[in-house]
């Protein structure tokens, strides 16, 4: 056992899991000489779903937000999350964009990019692996966790040498859901740590209340990192508090050498942001709720969050039960992908249209076509063929990586708002996000004449208009 190092996810993850990733970066700045005298291994501050917030939301260029932080946390390693293929984004992009756009992060100050794919299909790693090592900066892919008949222990410690062949200075067991239980936690860390050379880091959440007995045992099998989120935004569905951990391994060989007295200056700080966001509206006290649906169901929380907002929209709540035993199903008929952006909103919008359609598989969502298509990859079980072949018809299934089927895109975007460009990043912003970050260009470009914030896109009320993926999911 080694000291213990740890990530804090104050700036991303717990106020993306609690608060629908709505803290400002003037909720951030004052916070910052502290957070960068503590002593973390990383502040995770971007990625995920604060790019998108960012621009449809807060009126914030994600952009200057990371100079801003880099410049006030000079001796910290910050930290993204990375969609592989997906970027950032709810589809996949071609290699020039994803080389740009590792480029681009790091260049304004991302150290260490943290690479996921929402079916651990490493061939929509590659790209991201290879240019966040061109361009210098510390690559982490991720495992994306789940329980299903094919993903097990051996699965996990296969694809983890993968990555490190690919070229991983660390490898993160990503436990999107919670679903990572103590005794698991401890075997799989500990072969890890017996199979494969570089560092292992773990984040999980605390949705089911097993998150910090999950942490104590993964320390106990020598796991080196840690996601933690500072207390006003720590546990329920963000990760396990960072004081109680820190405080929990105070003089063992793990003590993670942080000092309580800073971190508790930090926390005061977010106290008062947590009340504002609760104030209004964006932080709700159930999500500090141990909730074990995740256990039964696999349903990340944020995608819990989702189903609800669907069926309120179609005044059919009474149908929630129905949906949380219909995804399994889903799940299953479409090769127990993990569910994790964007497979959680896939999976969990068909659950909607089936329960609600009163049908099996009646209708699709064009996103659960493409999935059965292949053009997010190679599922990891064997799919419901029958399903399949309603969805897509007698269409050849994509057995290649789906981005070698895309043309370089980069100078294409760059044309577009050749017009409106301020920066070289706004053509990233707008590969990513085209309608809203065009938006956000009109506001930043003409400040008088546009002050309305823009309408979140969500899924329709109606069964037959199910085609959009609801963006803001806290379970990434």
Not at 64 to 75: E, Y
Not at 446 to 462: G, L, M, R, W
Request: hydrophobic share 40%.
């Amino acid at each position: 056992m080694a000291k213990l190092h740890i990530t804090d996810t104050i700036l991303r993850d717990a106020h993306q899991s609690q608060a629908a990733t709505r803290m400002r970066v003037e909720d951030m700045l004052p916070a910052c000489e502290i957070l960068d005298s503590i002593g973390y291994w990383s502040l995770e501050c971007w990625g995920g779903a604060t790019f998108d917030s960012c621009l449809r939301f807060l009126n914030e260029d994600p952009w200057d937000r990371l100079r801003k932080l880099k410049k006030a946390l000079p001796n910290t390693k910050l930290q993204m999350l990375f969609r592989g293929q997906n970027i950032l984004g709810y589809k996949h992009y071609a290699d020039d964009v994803v080389e740009q756009f590792c480029r681009k992060a790091i260049e304004n100050g991302i150290d260490v990019i943290r690479i996921f794919d929402a079916l651990n299909d490493v061939r929509n790693l590659e790209a991201a692996i290879k240019y966040t090592k061109k361009y210098g900066g510390l690559c982490e892919p991720a495992i994306s966790y789940t329980i299903s008949p094919v993903h097990n222990e051996d699965y996990f410690v296969k694809l983890a040498k993968e990555l490190v062949q690919m070229g991983a200075d660390t490898i993160c067991i990503k436990d999107m859901a919670n679903l990572l239980l103590p005794y698991d936690a401890y075997s799989l860390v500990k072969r890890l740590k017996s199979e494969v050379n570089v560092p292992i880091h773990l984040h999980t959440h605390n949705t089911t209340g097993t998150g910090d007995m999950t942490y104590l045992m993964a320390v106990q099998a020598g796991v080196d990192i840690v996601d933690c989120a500072l207390s006003p935004m720590g546990n329920g569905t963000a990760q396990p508090a960072t004081e109680s951990l820190v405080a929990t391994l105070k003089g063992t060989k793990a003590d993670t050498g942080l000092d309580l007295e800073k971190l508790s200056e930090a926390a005061k700080h977010f106290r008062g942001i947590a009340a504002k966001l609760t104030q209004e509206g964006f932080l709700d006290p159930k999500v500090l709720k141990v909730d074990t649906n995740t256990l039964v169901y696999q349903v990340p929380g944020g995608m819990l969050s989702n189903l609800i907002s669907q069926l309120k929209q179609a005044n059919a709540e009474d149908r929630y039960y129905d949906v949380l035993a219909e995804i399994p199903r889903v799940r299953k008929d479409f090769g127990y992908p993990p569910l994790v952006t964007p497979t959680s909103q896939i999976v969990g919008s068909q659950a909607v249209l089936n329960v609600l359609s009163g049908g099996d598989y009646k209708m699709f969502t064009k996103e659960s076509k493409a999935l059965l298509h292949g053009e997010y990859g190679r599922l990891p079980g064997p799919v419901n063929e029958e399903v399949r072949k309603r969805a897509i018809g007698d269409e050849e299934v994509i057995t290649c990586r789906p981005a070698d089927l895309l043309e370089p895109e980069l100078e294409k975007y760059r044309e577009e708002i050749k017009d409106v460009m301020r920066q070289e990043e706004d053509v990233l912003s707008y590969a990513l996000f085209p309608q809203v970050a065009t938006k956000f260009f009109e506001a930043r470009n003409n400040p008088q004449s546009s002050t309305a914030e823009p309408a979140n896109a969500t899924v329709s009320a109606d069964p037959n208009a199910v085609t959009e993926l609801y963006v803001e999911d806290p379970s990434l």
